[in-house]
């Protein structure tokens, strides 16, 4: 019986996807570009989109099951409504990373590596974001803030909070 997990994805999603799977002479090379689209859209890739996109580009589990589960951008997760991803390489460490993250944790409620019991806020390490001379750097979303300070945090924190009251979280590419 066919997987109905298509039909949870936006329309536009679907369409964006059968443009991606043509684009490639053969079918299976369009996966990683279809399950970001998913992604995107669902915020997560859950088991039912793993057997969708097998049926879809003719693959075996295995095939995307280890695509998955190698890349970090994947989820297999949900993740809130505002995802926060600070950087932890040596430069952004140096220059007060993880006093950033004690701050971050504090006034958000979230533990690293979590997400907020409200599923509001996601809050994770990211390694380096080729933002080394003006660190600590910080993904908010998609979107690069630079220059943390621990003492001066407040416009960082009043940005996370209200994208996570937001009703429309934004694409997850990572
Ligand atoms: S070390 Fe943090 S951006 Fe490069």
């Given at each position: 019986?066919?997987?109905?997990?298509?039909?949870?994805?936006?329309?536009?999603?679907?369409?964006?996807?059968?443009?991606?799977?043509?684009?490639?002479?053969?079918?299976?090379?369009?996966?990683?570009?279809?399950l970001q689209a998913i992604?995107?859209?669902?915020?997560?890739?859950?088991?039912?989109?793993?057997?969708?996109v097998v049926e879809k580009?003719?693959?075996?589990?295995?095939?995307?099951?280890?695509?998955?589960?190698?890349f970090p951008n994947y989820?297999?997760?949900?993740?809130?409504?505002?995802?926060?991803?600070?950087?932890?390489?040596?430069?952004?460490?140096?220059?007060?990373?993880?006093?950033?993250?004690?701050?971050?944790?504090?006034?958000?409620?979230?533990?690293?590596?979590?997400?907020?019991?409200?599923?509001?806020?996601?809050?994770?390490?990211?390694?380096?974001?080729?933002?080394?001379?003006?660190?600590?750097?910080?993904?908010?979303?998609?979107?690069?803030?630079?220059?943390?300070?621990?003492?001066?945090?407040?416009?960082?924190?009043?940005?996370?909070?209200?994208?996570?009251?937001?009703?429309?979280?934004?694409?997850?590419?990572?």
């Amino acid at each position: 019986m066919a997987n109905s997990f298509g039909n949870k994805l936006k329309p536009e999603t679907l369409a964006e996807i059968e443009k991606i799977i043509p684009r490639y002479p053969q079918k299976r090379s369009a996966l990683m570009p279809v399950l970001q689209a998913i992604q995107d859209d669902q915020r997560v890739i859950s088991n039912d989109a793993i057997e969708w996109v097998v049926e879809k580009l003719d693959l075996q589990p295995i095939n995307v099951l280890e695509v998955v589960s190698f890349f970090p951008n994947y989820r297999q997760k949900p993740i809130g409504k505002c995802w926060v991803r600070v950087c932890r390489t040596l430069s952004c460490a140096l220059h007060g990373a993880y006093k950033v993250v004690d701050i971050l944790e504090k006034e958000l409620g979230c533990k690293m590596g979590t997400t907020s019991e409200d599923g509001s806020i996601t809050l994770e390490y990211a390694e380096c974001l080729a933002a080394c001379g003006t660190g600590p750097g910080a993904l908010i979303d998609e979107d690069l803030f630079e220059n943390l300070k621990p003492d001066d945090l407040g416009p960082v924190i009043a940005e996370i909070k209200k994208r996570a009251a937001g009703g429309v979280p934004t694409p997850t590419k990572g």
